[in-house]
């Protein structure tokens, strides 16, 4: 499978208004996107870009590519003309679909998703709706449209009620965990990556090693130590690509095995990565908080209390880093420990969960009986 042709633009088109990206990398990226626009006649992009600066406005090129899609709808209508008199409903139907791709091609927003539900008002198979919206999923990709990504998977899930195939049902698995990494809910996004794992084929959104990229980082942050080396440090699958991905092996595995300073050295080396993904880089810095809770919190459950230089040493850092580290950590209710400065000892305080339990039942108690005298009294009236 390859990756769609508009997402890969989509993620040059990131990486061309990224600031970290250098100049001359810029350059080779700024003559892609040119010529992908100018193959597929994608002249509403090509406007907007030039309005921006990214490209150099051109009145000769974009009008020539209006006059060919002009010419191609020309085209197309003549052909849904056509079914519609002398063919039958499948005929239609493709017409109709031809029509949609089309305005997909050309980065017609708008027109190609107007398109897609006439498309949808001539299709009947369960299979094929499950398709249209697989197209309506790459559109919101390419624009990051969360609002018609999210009711887009929403329809594709009332769709497999009235039944579908497996094959479709583990693709938009796969497409709800990336919307749901996207807009950061990382434990859902986990859980549907883990599903998906042995049953990847959604080769259109990205290829194998970048989901397991995404399935690693994901999953260091919501799992607990145990589900983490059943599901992903012992998984044949991720076990098989793991290495083809840069620090990826390191980072999981000196997390696991407790080997501070390695992960601190892999971790540097996939920030890089985190901050040039277009789907990772709005939630860099929260990724950077979690993962260093996470990994605070691991080296802090095994003490009762610790020297500042026994912990800084661990990471391979300065004591001064680690207390201010910790400190924001700390403030922020993210590490449940107290810094003694004057012995330069950290000492944990776990929070005890049954005396929480209890408190937040006697809480919910309260709020039930407030609930049911209000209720009481609407009911006396």
Request: charged share 30%; proline share 2%; aromatic share 10%.
């Amino acid at each position: 499978g390859k990756q769609e042709k508009h997402l890969v633009l989509a993620h040059k088109l990131f990486l061309l208004s990224h600031p970290d990206v250098d100049d001359l990398s810029k350059v080779d990226l700024r003559s892609d996107v040119l010529s992908a626009v100018k193959s597929d006649d994608m002249a509403p992009l090509f406007e907007s870009l030039a309005a921006a600066g990214v490209l150099e406005p051109d009145a000769v090129l974009l009008s020539e590519m209006r006059a060919r899609i002009d010419e191609e709808i020309r085209k197309l209508d003549e052909k849904i003309a056509d079914a519609e008199e002398n063919l039958g409903e499948s005929e239609v139907r493709e017409a109709h679909l031809a029509k949609s791709l089309y305005f997909v091609k050309v980065g017609e927003k708008e027109k190609a998703l107007e398109q897609l539900k006439v498309t949808e008002g001539k299709t009947v198979a369960i299979g094929q709706k499950m398709d249209l919206v697989f197209y309506t999923l790459q559109i919101g990709l390419f624009y990051m449209d969360f609002d018609l990504i999210s009711k887009s998977v929403d329809k594709a899930k009332k769709l497999f009620e009235e039944g579908g195939d497996w094959e479709r049902k583990n693709r938009l698995k796969v497409y709800e965990g990336l919307y749901c990494m996207a807009t950061r809910n990382f434990k859902k996004a986990t859980s549907l990556f883990l599903d998906s794992i042995s049953t990847f084929t959604t080769y259109e959104l990205f290829p194998y090693d970048t989901f397991i990229f995404y399935t690693v980082l994901t999953s260091i942050i919501s799992l607990d130590r145990v589900s983490l080396k059943q599901k992903v440090v012992d998984a044949p699958e991720i076990l098989a690509v793991i290495s083809k991905v840069p620090h990826l092996s390191e980072f999981l595995n000196s997390l696991y095995n407790c080997q501070y300073k390695s992960f601190f050295v892999a971790f540097s080396g996939l920030t890089e990565q985190i901050k040039l993904d277009r789907y990772l880089q709005p939630h860099f810095r929260y990724y950077m908080r979690e993962v260093r809770t996470v990994v605070y919190s691991q080296f802090l459950e095994s003490y009762k209390s610790v020297t500042m230089e026994a912990m800084a040493s661990a990471f391979g850092v300065t004591v001064d880093f680690i207390d201010q580290e910790l400190s924001r950590f700390i403030a922020a209710g993210k590490l449940h420990c107290k810094i003694d400065k004057v012995a330069g000892v950290l000492e944990t305080n776990r929070p005890d969960e049954r005396n929480a339990f209890y408190q937040s039942t006697i809480k919910q108690g309260d709020f039930l009986l407030n609930r049911i005298q209000k209720l009481s009294r609407v009911i006396d009236l």
